[in-house]
């Protein structure tokens, strides 16, 4: 079985500075691993993904991750924040083996200030 | 391409009455997901169908339920409607193997019971 925990449900960060969302799993086989933003009133939209192939994820709008297998972590950073970042993230995990489906975090909100 | 694609983006509903949601998968993705997000619940599970036949279901009493159509098309039907009910539900579509692909989101449909 699966699970994932995003520690923190909010975050703020001022504008420029670094940003970092937080993603730990819990998987019974090698995962899959997924991040997505959500903004007000939209669906979800997938940012980057990981499936077993480089450790470093690069996504859209200058996000990346890197997997970590021995801390089973997957945290999201940014080097710099745009207002624009603004939104609600959110890790999801699947397994590589069987019919499974994603199974999501609680979602952290970033905040950005000017 | 298409992408997923939710009917009706807004719903408002008395209480006891039947709401139907409909979603349309991107074609060539046979699994559909249903999810509800309501405010501050995050994204909470319902119904994942595959194939015509519901594959898993989430914790929601059976008054939420749904069907898949040979077009791969679904529709969630919730009977009885409460005023807890009213969120945001969001509809996802994926290629039934190799969950490395992950889902690809619709804009959701808000429901509002009153």
């Known amino acids: 079985a699966q699970s994932v925990t995003q520690l923190g449900s909010h975050v703020s960060v001022s504008e420029g500075a670094l940003v970092l969302l937080r993603c730990n799993y819990s998987?019974?086989?090698?995962?899959?691993l997924f991040w997505y933003v959500q903004y007000p009133n939209q669906g979800l939209q997938l940012l980057l993904k990981y499936t077993s192939a480089a450790t470093l994820v690069k996504g859209i709008n200058g996000f990346e991750a890197e997997f970590k297998k021995s801390e089973t972590s997957f945290h999201l950073t940014k080097p710099s924040a745009h207002m624009s970042d603004a939104a609600e993230y959110f890790c999801a995990v699947s397994g590589d083996t069987g019919f499974q489906k994603l199974v999501f975090g609680t979602g952290t909100r970033l905040l950005v200030s000017p | 391409e298409a992408g997923v694609t939710q009917s009706p983006t807004h719903l408002i509903k008395t209480r006891g009455q039947q709401a139907t949601l409909r979603c349309s998968p991107i074609s060539g993705h046979t699994s559909v997901y249903w999810y509800q997000q309501a405010l501050g619940l995050g994204l909470q599970f319902l119904l994942w169908y595959d194939e015509g036949e519901e594959r898993n279901r989430g914790n929601f009493p059976p008054r939420f339920s749904g069907r898949q159509f040979p077009n791969y098309s679904s529709e969630l039907n919730v009977n009885a409607l409460e005023l807890e009910d009213s969120a945001l539900y969001l509809c996802?579509?994926?290629?039934?193997?190799?969950?490395?692909?992950?889902?690809?989101f619709g804009s959701g449909t808000r429901l509002t019971v009153v």
């Open positions: 996802a579509s994926s290629l039934a193997i190799g969950q490395g692909y992950g889902y690809t």
């Open positions: 998987s019974s086989v090698p995962p899959y």
